[in-house]
């Protein structure tokens, strides 16, 4: 059974940064492209920053671009999403996901709880 778990969510002021976690188990991680998905009320769900299996490739939205760093570690079936010069729309439920698809895609075969992040302005 495959689950993924989220950590590192809260509420933090503009500009602030935030560090999300996500611990996988029952897959071969390594083989898994990872990624983080956010979805706010009445706003469309957007993929934020995905990383390859290798973690040597990685895939930013335009709106987070330079601001958030996507990192994984295959060793402790763990990716992470570091967020930096938070802003008030940013604020959103974030979502991990796992996908047995190539980085370009934004489709997902698993997915973690959520975790909410709040930025005050």
């Known amino acids: 059974q495959v689950q993924l778990v989220e950590s590192g969510g809260g509420l933090v002021q503009a500009g602030g940064s935030l560090r999300l976690s996500c611990a996988a188990s029952?897959?071969?991680?390594?083989?898994?492209?990872m990624g983080w998905f956010r979805q706010a009320p009445g706003k469309e769900r957007e993929s934020v920053a995905r990383?390859?299996?290798?973690?040597?490739?990685?895939y930013y939205a335009d709106s987070v671009e330079g601001r958030f760093t996507i990192s994984r570690d295959n060793a402790k079936n763990t990716v992470y999403l570091q967020m930096n010069s938070l802003k008030p729309e940013d604020s959103a439920v974030y979502y991990c996901t796992a996908a047995w698809k190539p980085l370009l895609s934004d489709e997902s075969d698993y997915r973690g709880q959520g975790t909410q992040v709040t930025v005050s302005s």
């Open positions: 990383i390859s299996g290798s973690g040597l490739t990685t």
């Open positions: 029952g897959l071969t991680f390594s083989s898994y492209t």
